[in-house]
């Protein structure tokens, strides 16, 4: 959990002049929090796959999937990254598709990744939660060895589908427990409140398993309060329409409860309208554990880097918020103590070196 302190040290923002600012945002170390790895599927290797798997693909060529990519909100994302998934069979896509993100992260300077899957658009389809699971953490394991980032799954249940397939996918994962840190919960938002998951979590939660719940990105606030209050979650992802209620926002506040913000996702899914009407800088100044993350980014416009470089530029936000945003990436981790203090220790030894 998160420290209570705030604000956590930081280095005046003067010091840091605002044209080296994106040199500051690249290269400073993060901890990505909100990413399905589904999503970072890009059309290039989804074209590829389904072509090594004679799988058909109901676009006729890369450029014509990526023209697709026009959303309205988030259902209208949802029925076509379901439908990317369909190319996904053997163990080796799951790597190849970890792996490549993986690249990316390393490139962003990402220390730590803490991965959504989404199980049960897999075992649908009849491919075995093993292969399924093996695969994302075999690139886990071999991203520590030789990319210096520490990657860890969340298994996502499908919040569109009913308490029982999620209970039923919990059984088929337990076998393979020791290769999973967490549950979230994700998927068409409206209509389907947290509270109908309380039992599987209540479950998960005695498993010694993170718990954690999209809530607030298209739905109310109502559904922020019954993820903290009904299913108990550790962090919120997204959570940006918390601010249309001041008790939620003072308990979050008190609480230092972590939101996993995504900017880029924010903007194509319509959340809302531009950039600049982003409420993160809003959340981050009323004293919110904000995080910044990319969410899906082969289908909306950028990895981490992209997503802290085009919300910096669109609100004008300043290297005592970059530092902010990168240290409670750190804090709201799932990782052990040592291993937080030694990337937060990295962080002040970047930001030193620019003053
Ligand atoms: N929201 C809900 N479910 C999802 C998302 C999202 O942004 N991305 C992938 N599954
Ligand atoms: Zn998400």
């Not at 059309?43 to 026009?70: G, I």
């Not at 990402?110 to 989404?118: K, S």
């Not at 899914?269 to 082969?298: K, M, W, Y």
Request: charged share 25%; hydrophobic share 45%; net charge negative.
């Amino acid at each position: 959990m998160i420290a209570p302190a705030f604000p956590p040290s930081s280095p005046p923002a003067h010091a840091v002049p605002a044209e080296r600012l994106p040199e500051l945002l690249r290269r400073m170390p993060k901890a990505e929090l909100h990413i399905h790895i589904e999503g970072s599927l890009e059309p290039e290797l989804m074209f590829e796959m389904a072509r090594r798997n004679d799988v058909q693909l109901p676009y006729a060529s890369v450029d014509a999937l990526r023209t697709a990519y026009d959303f309205d909100n988030l259902q209208s994302f949802l029925d076509i990254y379901y439908a990317g998934a369909s190319v996904l069979l053997h163990e080796q896509d799951f790597y190849d598709m970890c792996w490549a993100y993986l690249e990316r992260a390393r490139a962003d300077n990402v220390r730590r990744a803490e991965i959504f899957f989404d199980p049960q658009t897999h075992t649908a389809r009849g491919v075995p939660m093993r292969t399924v699971i093996d695969g994302l953490h075999r690139a886990c394991e071999d991203a520590r060895a030789t990319l210096g980032v520490d990657a860890a799954l969340i298994l996502c249940f499908l919040r569109h589908l009913s308490e029982e397939e999620a209970f039923e996918t919990l059984e088929a994962a337990l076998p393979l427990r020791d290769r999973f840190i967490g549950v979230g919960l994700d998927s068409s938002e409206v209509g389907h409140p947290p509270e109908k998951f309380a039992r599987v979590f209540a479950r998960c939660r005695e498993l010694g398993l993170h718990l954690v719940a999209h809530a607030g990105e298209e739905g109310p606030p109502a559904y922020v309060w019954s993820a903290l209050d009904v299913l108990r979650v550790e962090r919120i992802d997204h959570g940006v329409q918390s601010s249309k209620d001041p008790a939620l926002m003072q308990r979050l506040a008190q609480d230092r409860m972590p939101l996993t913000v995504c900017p880029l996702s924010n903007l194509k899914l319509c959340v809302f309208p531009q950039l600049a009407q982003h409420n993160i800088r809003e959340l981050l100044d009323a004293g919110l554990a904000v995080t910044v993350n990319s969410d899906d980014p082969a289908y909306f416009g950028g990895y981490l880097n992209t997503n802290y470089l085009e919300i910096f530029a669109a609100t004008g936000m300043d290297a005592g918020h970059a530092y902010r945003l990168a240290r409670n990436s750190f804090e709201a981790s799932f990782a052990d103590e040592a291993s937080r203090a030694r990337w937060i220790g990295e962080l002040d030894a970047c930001f030193a070196s620019f003053a």
